[in-house]
C-alpha cells in the first residue's frame, strides 16, 4: 500500500473570466464602492444643511441650552439648601468645591449654546457623552425598580439630546455658502 499522498492545499481556483456587459451598461457609471458610497453620501448630506440665518439657533440647541441653564439652577439650590451628596466621604468640603466647579461649566455651556456657538454645544456633547457613560454604568448597580427607571430615563433623554445635538452641530459649523445672505 505504498501509494501517493493527496496534498491537503487547497486548490485555486481558475480565474474568472470578465463578463461582456451589454453596451448600456457599460456606457452607465459604475456603482459606487466602499469609501466612495460613503462620500457621496456625507456629500449629499452637507448639500441638504441649510446653514443658520443671523440669530438662529436650531431646537436642539435651545433644549440643551435650556436643560444647561436648569441643571446650573438646581445645582445651586442644591448647595443653597445644604445638600452634600459626600457627606460621608473624607473630605467634604470638596463636593461644595465640585459642586461651584460643575455650576460654573454649566452656566458657561449654557450661555454659549444660547448664543449658538459651536464649541459650547461642543462641551455639552461631552458633558452628555459622560452622562451616558455613567448612566449606563449606574443601570448595573440599580437596586430597585425605580432606580432602575430614573437612571433609564435619564440615558435615553442624554442620548436622545446628543443624537439630535450632531446635526446641530454641523449646522453651527457651516460656513455661509456664496451668493446667501
Known sequence: MAGKRKSRKRRR?????????????????PDPRGYARSRARDEAARAALKP??????????TVGAIAAAALALA???????????????????SDVTGSMIATVLLVVVAYG?????????????????????????GLIQA????????????LVASGALFWFLVK???????PQRPGQS
Open 113 to 137: 449654546m444660547w448664543r449658538a456657538r459651536y464649541w459650547a454645544v461642543l462641551g455639552m456633547q461631552t458633558l452628555l457623552a459622560l452622562t451616558i457613560v455613567v448612566s449606563a454604568l
Open 143 to 154: 437596586v430597585n425598580w425605580w432606580a432602575f427607571l430614573l437612571v433609564g430615563i435619564i
Open 75 to 93: 445645582n445651586l439650590i442644591a448647595l443653597a439648601f445644604g445638600y452634600n451628596a459626600g457627606d460621608d466621604t473624607v473630605s467634604p468640603g
Open 13 to 29: 481556483p481558475a480565474p474568472r473570466q470578465r463578463e461582456e456587459r451589454p453596451a448600456a451598461a457599460a456606457d452607465a457609471a
Open 168 to 174: 446641530a452641530m454641523a449646522r453651527i459649523q457651516m
Open 52 to 61: 443658520l440665518r443671523r440669530g438662529e439657533r436650531p431646537t436642539a440647541v
